[in-house]
């Protein structure tokens, strides 16, 4: 899905650009998995949530 793609764009962006161990995470799992570790990721969203979310954003793109 786009809107997956270029929310993990500018989370890459955002999130890994300063960070010292970028080079670590190789894969979007591992990217993934790191950001939640650190709390930098929305967990308390429900689907219906998310789903709106995405549907604003692809509207707006």
Do not use: S
């Amino acid at each position: 899905m786009r809107i997956e793609t270029d929310m993990m764009t500018v989370n890459l962006l955002r999130l890994c650009y300063n960070c010292d161990d970028a080079h670590l995470c190789e894969t979007e799992e591992k990217c993934r998995a790191c950001w939640a570790e650190q709390g930098l990721l929305p967990t308390d969203e429900d689907a219906g949530q998310r789903e709106t979310k995405e549907f604003l954003q692809m509207m707006h793109a």
